[in-house]
């Protein structure tokens, strides 16, 4: 990907569904935004999700795409939560360079029950768990995995936490989704799904300035580790702060935008933008094999009107397969 560099209006907007890397040389910051349209859309209109799973899962989906889009191999990230709440389980994955997939597997009169008692909020739907985050770079390679607690608190902090504590590096990231209303061509109302979201991290060349409390015993707040910092930290933590969640989802401001009124008096840089698609990577000939690997009694108790008939969790393709043929010799 080109790191070509450009200021405000030099070049046209990214738009939906593109990453843009930015740095703010005044602050010593790195990151990356991104405004997802269609591509969010697709995988929630795809499954039908109820409201407050369709947030929780396009917020995953843009903390999914902000890290994996920053990787520099051929691989996999994954970030997967497993809780104890009504929304037992979210799967977001990116496929380097540019393939996005996710679900949701919840328990929908656990979630209309929680609606209706108003304890929707994302910490409550999730519950008690835990988040990872797994990179796996192929077979050659040992994934490496993070783990955080999900502890109450939002997405957005939960991976602030993991950066502090797998990579030790200042981090503020900002998720926000959004359902829209209008109606089609035809006069009928129609909903649309956006999301967006924000990513900094605080990158001087002097390693010493990078001071985290919780990680080497200072005495700094439990609860925020990047307070009592560095300068030019403290200011871009309290300006990523001040973004509200109509600006990450909304297309009339764009990221650029977004990242000029932010940072211009420090002197945002914007990078090219990297597209990310909505690309599954399941396969008939994968699932073969992996049917192929189940003894003749589980291939039996599979087969309903003489076929298995498998479905993606994922995109919901359906791949049907007669049993002669996954028995082996």
Known sequence: MSMRQAELGEFG?????????????????????????????????RHNY???VARLLAEAIVLTVLIGTSLKFE?????QTKGNGPVDLLVADFNSPESVRAYARFDEQAVADAVAEGRASPEEL?????????????????????????????LEDIAGVYFRQSEQIPTRVRLGAAELFDRDADGKPRRTWRAGGLIAQ?????????????????????????LHGDDAWDEARMLVDTIDADELTDPQIGIERLLFR??????????EPQAVHDRCSCSRDRLKGVLQGFTAEEIEASTEDGKVTVTCEFCSSSYEFVPEDLVSA
């Open 50 to 52: 109820p409201a407050p």
């Open 13 to 45: 907007f990214a738009g939906d569904d593109r990453v843009v890397p930015f740095q703010v040389d005044g602050l010593d910051v790195r990151g990356r935004a991104v405004q997802l349209g269609p591509l969010v859309n697709t995988i929630l209109d």
């Open 262 to 271: 932010l940072f211009h008096e420090r002197g945002v840089r914007a990078y």
């Open 202 to 226: 605080f990158l001087p060349e002097a390693p010493e300035r990078m001071r985290q409390p919780d990680l080497h015993g200072g005495d700094g707040d439990d609860r925020d580790p990047d």
């Open 126 to 154: 999730l519950g008690e768990g835990v988040l990872a985050f797994t990179i796996d770079q192929g077979s050659y390679m040992q994934p490496y995995q993070g783990i955080v607690p999900l502890d109450g608190t939002s």
């Open 75 to 79: 691989g996999k990230f994954t970030v």
